[in-house]
């Protein structure tokens, strides 16, 4: 496994990219430790794919360097670069059986035929494909397929990375699950560097210890679930990720006071001079908010018209306005909802600052 690093790593699809506008990936600067587990998280174009295949290297970047454990690979082709890569449709042979498709990755590098049959019986035992063995994979579901097409990702031990781009999207959501814990586990057990793309949160969440949040080309942030979640960098991390997501208001901050629609709050820390002419905001998450009646409120409340409210299980979710915008009010199941005269009350500790959509440091 490697450590691998990128460095100004830049890449257009056009021949003579003019602004930031041509770059389907704009300026990227990251290191992927070795043996991590990373999810690379993202809306649809945003530049995920593009990224996994330069680090393949089925794409050479327009600009920048990949190094893995310090060499530069950036003008090796894919078979140079050991890499293992699973798509998002099953890459197998169909007149093969499900052993020989196991075993070919292993086979093609010479190992011994003992030490190939071990791996390929540990890798099938461990995706449910034990008793399938000898099966021809032509006549195998699709579901069956998938499994594997990650088999062989993961049967070579002594690969730099494994590359998932969306792997689990034509599986079955029940065995969709399994997977993803498999995945996890395999990782513990094996130490693989792995690179897991998609665009579904809990995905992300559930596969990764890092995840690296990717929006219109650019890294946004890079994180634990935890982090993503308490402090998101960029107002569309604190959007993707949650449900509902991070509440997004317009506001002025002057010192350790936000302004919100004409009424002031308290921050939970003072900051500096923001930039001129950004765009300021503040974001709040709806499990840092509650529910109060007007005059009864202690602290940071604001007046709101409580629109809807949702019952999700163990909580309820509450759609309110204040002024112009729409704010999701985490509301225990048994809690009171005011149904005129309500607060939405803030945990300022809780609040984040944006300019220009990124998160503004305390005292910064
Ligand atoms: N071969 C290509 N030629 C031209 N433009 C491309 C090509 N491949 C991707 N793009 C563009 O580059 C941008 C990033 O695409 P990419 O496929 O990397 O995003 P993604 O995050 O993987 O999206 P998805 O989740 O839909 O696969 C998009 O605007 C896309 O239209």
Known sequence: MARITLEGLAHSYLPAPRGPEDFALKQLDHVWEDGGAYALLGPSGCGKTTLLNIISGLIRPTRGEIRFDGQDVTDLPPEQRNIAQVFQFPVIYDTMTVYENLAFPLCNRRMAPRAVDARVREIAEMLDLGSELRRKARNLTADAKQKISLGRGLVRADVAAILFDEPLTVIDPHLKWLLRSQLKHLHRRFDFTMIYVTHDQTEA????????????????????????????????????????????????????????????????????????????????????????????????????????????????????????????????????????????????????????????????
């Open 205 to 364: 969440l559930t596969f990764a210890d890092k995840v690296v949040v990717m929006y219109e080309g650019e890294v946004v942030q890079v994180g634990t679930p935890d982090e993503l979640f308490e402090r998101p960098a960029h107002t569309f991390v604190g959007y993707f990720i949650g449900s509902p997501g991070m509440n997004i208001l317009p506001a002025e901050i002057s010192g350790d006071r936000a302004r919100i629609e004409g009424h002031e709050l308290p921050l939970g820390a003072a900051y500096g001079r923001l930039p001129a002419g950004a765009r300021v905001e503040i974001g709040i998450r709806p499990e840092f908010l509650s529910l109060a009646r007007a005059g009864e409120a202690a602290g940071a409340a604001v007046p709101a018209t409580i629109r809807a409210v949702e019952d999700v299980g163990r909580y309820r979710i509450a759609r309110t306005r204040i002024g112009e915008h729409e704010v999701a009010v985490v509301a225990p199941e048994d809690g009171e909802i005011p149904s005129d005269g309500a607060c939405v009350v803030f945990d300022p500790q809780r609040i984040n600052v944006y300019a220009d959509g990124h998160r503004v440091q305390e005292g910064g």
